[in-house]
């Protein structure tokens, strides 16, 4: 006769199985209390309440408003970087443009503000001291309408053209990269000063010859500094930044610009050198 012979469990195994439920029991019982803990960590308790008195209730409420302010705040730029996007991809340049118009005109009274703080206080015909830090609206509106006519409708039609007849490359560190750098900076920019001269020129209601002689004295200084900025600053803005973004990254560089421009271009009615 065949006999079924039932061999008993392993003792060991068996505790061992039991001693790691028993681990997993512990971990999920302490898993548990510390996730109540921290729930009542972040609940403002009553102003009655003995608890409401302690010091790590009152910082943990305020820590929560401070992060719904944080997470706030981060929704809205999030929001408002689509809704800039959207309106980027169905109206590119009147987008830009108006960009531009907004970032010039913050620039303009920038410059202004540098330059009312740099002032030295003036004597006037009575021996008091006078100070003037009027704001020149007019100069702002100027660099506003530069930026919205001008600026940037020329680097919206001027970045397809240079990427139409060199498309970039998904390396960044190539010699077209290179080409189109020296193309911006030593062709492009040169052209684009002067007109920047004559533009804002005009609308201050300077006559041809005036701007002429303000252009003799001030551009060879105008352009090396350009240089110093805006070759790194192209080279990065081809280089890495998506085509529909370049002039939003420009944008961005030329309101730093345009208050060297705003100080540069304003330097003989204040009888001031801007360095």
């Known amino acids: 006769n065949n006999e079924i012979i039932i061999k008993p469990k392993n003792k060991n195994a068996i505790s061992m199985r039991q001693e790691e439920q028993r681990m997993d029991d512990i971990v999920v019982f302490i898993i548990c209390n510390l996730c109540d803990n921290g729930a009542n ?20 409420a305020k820590s929560v408003t401070a992060l719904n302010l944080v997470g706030d705040l981060g929704n809205t730029i ?57 704001v020149d609206l007019a100069r702002a509106l100027r660099f506003a309408t530069f930026g919205l006519i001008l600026q940037a409708p020329w680097n919206h039609f001027y970045y397809l053209l240079l990427d139409g007849a060199l498309p970039p490359t998904e390396d960044p560190f190539t ?6 750098v020296v ?8 052209i684009f000063t002067i007109l920047i ?35 790194p600053a192209t080279a990065v803005n081809i280089a890495f930044c998506p ?33």
């Open 41 to 60: 960590a972040f609940q403002i308790h009553n102003s009655n309440s003995p608890l409401s008195s302690s010091p790590i209730r009152s910082i943990s």
């Open 78 to 134: 999030l929001d408002s970087w689509n809704s800039y996007n959207q309106a980027l991809e169905n109206a590119p340049l009147i987008t830009k443009s108006i960009t531009a118009g907004v970032i010039l005109g913050a620039a303009d009274l920038a410059g202004q503000a540098l330059e009312n703080s740099g002032k030295e206080t003036q004597i006037d015909d009575d021996d008091d001291y006078k100070n003037d830090s009027s």
């Open 183 to 190: 193309i911006d900076q030593f062709i492009q920019a040169p």
């Open 197 to 231: 001269f004559y533009f804002l020129g005009i609308l201050e209601g300077k006559s041809l010859e005036a701007v002429k002689l303000q252009l003799d004295k001030d551009y060879k200084d105008t352009m090396f500094a350009n240089w110093k900025l805006w070759v």
């Open 243 to 275: 085509p529909a973004l370049r002039v939003l990254f420009l944008n961005c560089v030329f309101f730093f610009w345009s208050i060297f421009l705003s100080l540069k271009l304003n330097s003989d009615e204040n009888g001031e050198e801007v360095i």
């Open 175 to 180: 010699t077209t990269t290179g080409i189109k």
